[in-house]
């Protein structure tokens, strides 16, 4: 197997970077299939009702998972998160994946939601696959706006996803996911 192969498991929350993930692999003919962790978020019901409906759009193979305990929030960040995430994707890569994608971006100010952290990390997931595997982040450098904007032109379907961190039935209008989207998309998406 080598890192060329055309399948990427997308871990998918549901959100609006997740789903762009799935559109850029699926216009790009991978065979995509998602995987979306319940952590004991407050917004889990609202995150897996909304991935169902963007895995069901693109009709791809969903799986989900629960991790079995609540990943403790420290001012907007998850510590460990990712790192957790991507871990434990292992247990759900069939022999013909060679991608795990993740939608990390540039302006989080997180460890694990950066460049350096996807290098890092990426040495750990050599040292289990041996290089057959890759941790694969094709908007790394794209701003919150950026991705809006790649949606927007790829007609990816935004109003299916969900992004309220306090997990509102619409949006709060005061979480940073739901300022992102006022601030992209305006006030209208939250209602």
Do not use: W
């Not at 929350?13 to 993930?21: K, N, R, Y």
């Not at 998602?34 to 978020?41: H, K, P, S, V």
């Not at 001012?75 to 434990?88: D, K, M, P, Q, V």
């Amino acid at each position: 197997m080598t890192r060329e192969n055309d399948s990427v498991l997308v871990l998918a929350s549901g959100g609006i970077d997740s789903t762009a993930l799935i559109e850029y692999y699926a216009s790009k003919k991978y065979k995509v299939s998602a995987l979306f962790f319940d952590y004991g978020q407050i917004s889990r019901t609202k995150e897996l009702q909304a991935v169902r409906k963007v895995c069901s759009y693109y009709g791809i193979k969903l799986e989900e998972a629960q991790l079995g305990f609540t990943l403790k929030n420290t001012s907007g960040e998850f510590i460990g998160r990712n790192a957790l995430f991507i871990t434990s994707a292992f247990n759900f890569l069939p022999n013909n994946y060679s991608k795990i994608s993740i939608g990390i971006h540039s302006g989080t100010p997180y460890y694990d939601c950066s460049k350096t952290f996807v290098e890092d990390f990426q040495r750990i997931v050599d040292g289990y696959f041996e290089g057959t595997v890759l941790i694969d982040v094709p908007f790394v450098e794209f701003t919150k706006g950026q991705i809006i904007e790649y949606c927007l032109q790829e007609n990816v379907p935004i109003n299916l996803t969900y992004s309220c961190e306090n997990g509102y039935e619409k949006n709060c209008g005061k979480c940073l996911s739901c300022l992102d989207r006022r601030e992209f998309l305006g006030k209208s998406d939250l209602m």
